[in-house]
């Protein structure tokens, strides 16, 4: 996969000559066998900054611009101010990006806590302090993390036939969600086994997942039902695989996360060959059957059937009606009998309403989520949420518990 690379170094006027700094990150990127689009250097100027990076962003064919600060730390934060000019230019797609937010860098002894990075349309632009081995390690990072996933992902295939797909945000499942996962999954197949014992016969554990993508979270339910259940329980998942972000989220700019799902949401034929391809390989794969279908139509199916169900994990659309939906529908046909009851259970419950009562007023709450229904995630001051989530769960007649790590669970 080529990359090509537009290198800006702002440097004091009485160093305009000097260039080690931009010589040695070309190096790297020939090293890479790469492209590279521009190599400039401008006195530090923030009219010529934002005319060179406005001239650049409009190149449909370039994917990073790279900017090497040489200038003095009490020179004027011109890079700021051109980032700035650049955000409210409504001509432009622009959003915030943490990329790079694990990496620190020294400048004249004095710590930067994070290069600024910025993305506009489809380009990422990304500032660094004048060092040679900085630019070459943020270089080597920038390659790996963001645009060599392609070669990462072939790789791991051809090594050992499984793929982690990072650019497509493999990796989500967290190690205390997935704990509270396996303890909840534990709980209930215990349950079944007394249950199975009590009435005397020996029913496969039925358990539906709603929402797959690249299967992580199918990977952890399915290695432990295998390991407590041998072969006596059946998978089912159900995942459309098909675009599903809303009219808002497709057209919001303002809120910085509508990004990520946009991005997700346009991947999702690659996503399902990876799901396909990693459950493959799995011992228990003759244990699962996939419903590519909207979760509407795969409730009506197991409906039909007369399937019960005896855990039910709800990880798809979380937008508020599509939630509900989910929530009401599958609640239905859990298993009931000798006492025993099927669980229901889910993700991405990260703020309750109780907790925005604590910071806001009802009104103004109500307001919010009645208002972003269609949103998949936002932000209100320190709160980072899915505001679908959080307003079905308190209309929800269902005892809930909630999780710290947003996993959540009946009771």
């Not at 943490?98 to 002894?109: A, S």
């Not at 979270?217 to 995942?239: A, M, P, R, T």
Request: hydrophobic share 35%.
């Amino acid at each position: 996969m080529l990359i090509s690379t537009a290198i800006l170094k702002i440097s004091d006027s009485k160093n305009l000559e000097d260039n080690h700094s931009s010589l040695a990150l070309l190096k790297r990127i020939q090293e890479n066998k790469q492209i590279v689009y521009e190599n400039k250097i401008v006195e530090a100027d923030k009219k010529k900054i934002t005319e060179t990076l406005l001239q650049w962003v409009e190149n449909k064919d370039l994917d990073i611009i790279i900017i090497i600060n040489a200038t003095k730390i009490d020179t004027t934060d011109l890079v700021n101010e051109a980032f700035e000019e650049l955000i409210e230019n409504k001509n432009l797609n622009v959003r915030n990006v943490q990329e790079f937010k694990g990496l620190n860098y020294y400048k004249q002894k004095q710590e930067i806590k994070k290069p600024r990075s910025i993305f506009i349309n489809g380009i990422y632009i990304i500032e660094l302090p004048e060092s040679q081995q900085t630019i070459a390690d943020s270089w080597d990072y920038f390659l790996k993390a963001r645009y060599d996933n392609n070669r990462i992902a072939l790789n791991d295939y051809i090594k050992n036939l499984k793929v982690k797909p990072y650019h497509l945000k493999y990796g989500q499942l967290h190690k205390k969600r997935k704990i509270d996962m396996e303890n909840e999954l534990e709980k209930q197949i215990n349950l079944h086994l007394s249950n199975s014992k009590q009435s005397e016969n020996n029913k496969e554990f039925m358990f539906v997942e709603v929402g797959s993508y690249l299967g992580e979270s199918l990977e952890v339910w399915g290695d432990l039902l295998e390991k407590k259940l041998k072969n006596n329980f059946l998978i089912i998942s159900i995942d459309p695989f098909t675009n599903y972000v809303s009219d808002v989220d497709a057209k919001s700019q303002e809120n910085k996360y509508a990004y990520n799902i946009r991005s997700i949401s346009q991947n999702m034929e690659k996503a399902y060959m990876y799901f396909i391809n990693n459950i493959s390989l799995k011992n228990w794969k003759n244990k699962h059957i996939h419903f590519r279908m909207n979760s509407y139509y795969g409730f009506e199916t197991i409906k039909n059937f007369n399937i019960k169900i005896d855990f039910c994990y709800l990880d798809g659309s979380h937008y508020y009606k599509d939630f509900k939906s989910d929530l009401d529908n599958f609640s239905k046909i859990l298993k009931l009998e000798n006492g025993y009851k099927g669980k229901i259970c889910g993700d991405d419950y990260e703020v309750s309403y109780n907790e925005l009562l604590e910071q806001f007023k009802k009104e103004e709450i109500d307001k919010f989520l009645s208002e972003n229904k269609t949103t998949d995630f936002i932000q209100k001051k320190e709160f980072h949420f899915h505001p679908g989530i959080t307003l079905a769960m308190k209309e929800t007649i269902i005892k809930v518990k909630k999780f710290p790590s947003g996993f959540w669970s009946s009771q």
